[in-house]
Structure formats: structure tokens, C-alpha cells
T-cell receptor, first 112, second 114 residues
Framework: EDQVTQSPEALRLQEGESSSLNCSYT??????LFWYRQDPGKGPEFLFT???AGEEKEKERLKATLTKKESFLHITAPKPEDSATYLC?????????????FGKGITLSVRP | DVKVTQSSRYLVKRTGEKVFLECVQD?????MFWYRQDPGLGLRLIYF???????EKGDIPEGYSVSREKKERFSLILESASTNQTSMYLC?????????????FGPGTRLTVL
């Protein structure tokens, strides 16, 4: 069974204080790993897809990296508007190819 | 941009009522999904569909059914609503097997069952 564990559950940062969010996963064969951002009361917003170990993707202050066992979402010099819940999900090869397994999310608060 | 819309943002129903939640996507996506999201439990897949009139059970299908009569529309049905179905319901769509499989989500429907 595919599993995704995100840590820490919650993270409080001062504006400008860089940090990383962790997503550990076990999957039979990784087809893709996805990061989403979710604001309170809204649907998740797609950020990145990573397909193979060593791959990196960047968007503004966010950079996602992937190894064979985990992914990190690095946040550089965060701003209060980066406050949100960040979700990680994996998709496996075989079976229901489009199904995603989600972690429980990391709630990030950035203080001005 | 992909747009996924859901019929209601907030809904209040009584125990035993039949509830319909509707989702429409405008990007000709093959796949559509229904999730519920609860504090501490994360996103859990209820049902998904990879084609018109096709459906597959997700992780928690009990108490729910779905309908996909047209490619762009996917409905979630609570045959007899119960208080433990109070939740945030999220619809999503993705292109299909041929392309990247990121899912795009609607704004969600917060359902309260009294």
C-alpha cells in the first residue's frame, strides 16, 4: 500500500527565515510526486510534479527536490503570503494509474 | 487555465436527505475524482471516473454513489445523508493516461448534515 508521511505537522517561521518541508513516501513504483498548496477554505492548488530522483523544480521562493525515499519543499526567505497548508501526493505505476495518495499536509505560518 | 467548478460552496442538509454535489471541468479531461477532507485525516478518495459512465471505488465509497453521464460533469450522491458525512468535499480532474497526471481541484463544498 502506498504511503505518504509529511513532517512536521505545523511550522511557524519568521519572515525571511528559510526552511524545508519533508515528504517521505513508500510506493511500489513512483510515477510522479506532486506538491500542492491549500489556503483555508479553498481547494488545493497545483505547484509541482517530480518524476525521478535528482529532479528539482522551482517557482518563486519554492524549490522542490526528490530522492528515492523523500521529497523536500524548500522555502527561501518566506513572506506572510506563503502561509498555507502544503500537501504532498504520490502516484504509482500500475493499477488505477491516475490515483493519488496524499499526505496529511504541513501547515506553514509565516510571521511578519 | 483549467477550471473546475462545484455547484455549491456551502450546503446544509438534514439527516436522511438525498444530497447531490455537482462538479464541472472545462478542459476535456478524461479523469475526474471526488475526495473528502477532514481535519487530521487529510484528503481521502471516495470515487473516481476515467471515462463517461465508468466509475471506480476509492478508499471510502460507503454511503456514496457517483454519476458521470457527460465527460465534463461528475456528480457525487449521498443517498441518505448522515451526520458523519459532514465534511469538505473536493472535486478534481486530470488529463488522463496520455499526459501529466497532476489533478486540478475545484473550490470545494463544505457540507453540514444536521
Amino acid at each position: 500500500e502506498d504511503q505518504v508521511t509529511q513532517s512536521p505537522e505545523a511550522l511557524r517561521l519568521q519572515e525571511g527565515e528559510s526552511s524545508s518541508l519533508n515528504c517521505s513516501y513508500t510506493v511500489s513504483g513512483l510515477r510522479g510526486l506532486f506538491w500542492y498548496r491549500q489556503d483555508p477554505g479553498k481547494g488545493p492548488e497545483f505547484l509541482f510534479t517530480l518524476y525521478s530522483a535528482g529532479e528539482e523544480k522551482e517557482k518563486e521562493r519554492l524549490k522542490a527536490t526528490l530522492t528515492k525515499k523523500e521529497s523536500f519543499l524548500h522555502i527561501t526567505a518566506p513572506k506572510p503570503e506563503d502561509s498555507a497548508t502544503y500537501l504532498c501526493a504520490v502516484q504509482a505505476w500500475g493499477g488505477a494509474n491516475s490515483k493519488l495518495t496524499f499526505g496529511k499536509g504541513i501547515t506553514l505560518s509565516v510571521r511578519p | 487555465d483549467v477550471k473546475v467548478t462545484q455547484s455549491s460552496r456551502y450546503l446544509v442538509k438534514r439527516t436522511g436527505e438525498k444530497v447531490f454535489l455537482e462538479c464541472v471541468q472545462d478542459m476535456d479531461h478524461e479523469n475526474m475524482f471526488w475526495y473528502r477532507q477532514d481535519p487530521g485525516l487529510g484528503l481521502r478518495l471516495i470515487y473516481f471516473s476515467y471515462d463517461v459512465k465508468m466509475k471506480e471505488k476509492g478508499d471510502i465509497p460507503e454511503g456514496y454513489s457517483v454519476s458521470r453521464e457527460k465527460k465534463e460533469r461528475f456528480s457525487l450522491i449521498l443517498e441518505s445523508a448522515s451526520t458523519n458525512q459532514t465534511s469538505m468535499y473536493l472535486c478534481a480532474s486530470s488529463i488522463g493516461l496520455a499526459g501529466n497526471n497532476e489533478q486540478f481541484f475545484g473550490p470545494g463544498t463544505r457540507l453540514t448534515v444536521l
